[in-house]
C-alpha cells in the first residue's frame, strides 16, 4: 500500500471513529439538536479523505430531495436540489462552489467535534491536520415535523456568509 493510501486510510478511520464517538454520545438524547448534524456528518464526512463515489456513493452535495430532507428543512433542502441540477445542467459550478460540510474546497480535517452550543445552534469544530488551524462551522437546527432538521449553516469566515445566502444567489 503507498503511503499516500496508507495517510488515507489512518485519516478516513479516525474521522470514522471520531464521529462514531460523537454519534454515540448523541444516541443516548436522540432528542438533541446536535443529533441531526452528528449523523450528517457520520453520513457524509468521508468527503474529506475520498473522492472515490464509487465506493462511498454519492457526495452530499448530489443527494436527492428525499436523502436531503432527512437532515434539512424542505426549504433548504429544496436550494441545494437547485443547485445540484443546475451544476449537472451547465457542467460546471453554480452557486455551491465549496464542501458545504468543511467550508473548502480540499477538505482536510482531523478532531471533528459536534457540539450544541445554545438551543437552535450546533457547532462542528475540526483542525487542518497539516496547519492544526481550527475552522468553526455554525449549523441552525429547528423542530421540523417534530424532527430536527438544519434551516441553515453560517461559515466562520469574515463575511460571515450562510448556505441559505450562497445558495439563494441569482443563477447566470
Not at 80 to 100: E, M, P, S
Not at 147 to 163: A, G
Amino acid at each position: 500500500m503507498s503511503s499516500i493510501a496508507a495517510k488515507r486510510l489512518t485519516l478516513i478511520a479516525s474521522i470514522a471513529l471520531s464521529i462514531a464517538w460523537s454519534g454515540t454520545a448523541l444516541a443516548a438524547k436522540a432528542d438533541n439538536e446536535a443529533a441531526v448534524v452528528a449523523k450528517l456528518y457520520k453520513d457524509f464526512a468521508w468527503q474529506a479523505v475520498a473522492s472515490q463515489a464509487d465506493l462511498f456513493g454519492d457526495d452530499l452535495a448530489h443527494q436527492g430531495k428525499a436523502a436531503l430532507e432527512k437532515y434539512f428543512a424542505p426549504a433548504l433542502a429544496d436550494l441545494l436540489v437547485k443547485d445540484a441540477v443546475c451544476q449537472t445542467r451547465y457542467q460546471g459550478i453554480c452557486n455551491l462552489d465549496f464542501d458545504l460540510l468543511f467550508d473548502s474546497q480540499d477538505p482536510r480535517v482531523t478532531d471533528l467535534d459536534v457540539t450544541t452550543t445554545s438551543p437552535g445552534r450546533v457547532a462542528v469544530v475540526y483542525k487542518d491536520p497539516v496547519d492544526e488551524k481550527k475552522t468553526q462551522i455554525d449549523f441552525v437546527v429547528a423542530r421540523v415535523g417534530g424532527s430536527w432538521k438544519i434551516t441553515d449553516v453560517v461559515y466562520r469566515r469574515p463575511d460571515k456568509v450562510s448556505l441559505r445566502q450562497v445558495l439563494s444567489r441569482k443563477i447566470p
